[in-house]
């Protein structure tokens, strides 16, 4: 099986493209913004670097949320795109989780996004399961979360937020990353059911408004 993957969620735009788990290609580039000038031309080439015709790919993996609302907008409404011009399905996959499968290991895994506003996203596993929901909390509610859900043993922060939780456990390991890994995030849009839809998981309402105070439309 060939699939694409593609992150525009958070501080990256990256896209990669594997076949039966061997990354063929990848390419990754720190960015918060401009995601949508850059995307199609780096699927381009990453596809021409596999070696691999559009038609040929079976499966489209895009990270849905938390992050970026205008860089959520861009992956999602070019993957959708791209999966109905070619009759593919498009998985969607939160960005949290594949956060945390970007650094897999033993024990607890907390992903975690710097919201703004004294908020952070927060998703905590344990060996891969997830132990809650993905959430948007209090900087100060979330360190609370997590200690609550530690039992001992190791402990990682991932992610852009990693850093606003690391004095709630002295044994944490910090690893800060702008965004996924977009082979973890290829890898897991191979293992999730196909037949569910792509749909943004935002967990909070837009900053940014349309005339008369209305929220922007999902894409």
């Given at each position: 099986m060939i699939g694409l993957a593609l992150d525009t969620a958070v501080g990256a735009c990256s896209v990669a493209i594997l076949k039966d788990g061997a990354v063929l290609a990848v390419q990754s580039e720190p960015m918060l913004r401009g995601h949508q000038e850059r995307l199609a031309a780096m699927v381009?080439?990453?596809?021409?670097?596999?070696?691999?015709?559009f038609?040929?790919?079976?499966?489209?993996?895009?990270?849905?949320g938390p992050g970026s609302f205008t860089?959520?907008?861009?992956?999602?409404?070019?993957?959708?795109?791209?999966?109905?011009?070619?009759?593919?399905?498009?998985?969607?996959?939160?960005?949290?989780?594949a956060l945390a499968a970007s650094d897999p290991g033993p024990g607890l895994i907390a992903a975690v996004i710097d919201a703004k506003r004294g908020q952070v996203y927060l998703q905590v596993f344990d060996s891969g399961a997830s132990l809650m929901a993905p959430?948007?909390?209090?900087?100060?509610?979330?360190?609370?979360?997590?200690?609550?859900?530690?039992?001992?043993?190791?402990?990682?922060?991932?992610?852009?937020?990693?850093?606003?939780?690391?004095?709630?456990?002295?044994e944490a390991e910090v690893r800060e990353r702008a965004a996924p890994d977009p082979?973890?995030?290829?890898?897991l849009a191979a293992l999730h059911p196909?037949?569910?839809?792509?749909?943004?998981?935002?967990?909070?309402?837009?900053?940014?408004?349309?005339?008369?105070?209305?929220?922007?439309?999902?894409?």
């Open positions: 381009r080439d990453v596809a021409a670097e596999a070696g691999i015709a038609s040929e790919i079976d499966r489209i993996g895009v990270t849905v860089g959520l907008r861009v992956g999602l409404a070019f993957a959708k795109g791209l999966g109905l011009a070619l009759g593919k399905p498009c998985i969607g996959i939160g960005t949290l989780e959430d948007v909390l209090p900087t100060e509610t979330a360190a609370a979360r997590l200690a609550e859900l530690w039992r001992g043993g190791p402990v990682r922060l991932v992610g852009p937020g990693a850093a606003l939780l690391a004095g709630v456990l002295p082979v973890a995030l290829a890898r196909a037949g569910v839809p792509a749909r943004p998981l935002y967990l909070r309402a837009p900053d940014a408004k349309l005339p008369g105070g209305r929220d922007l439309p999902a894409p």
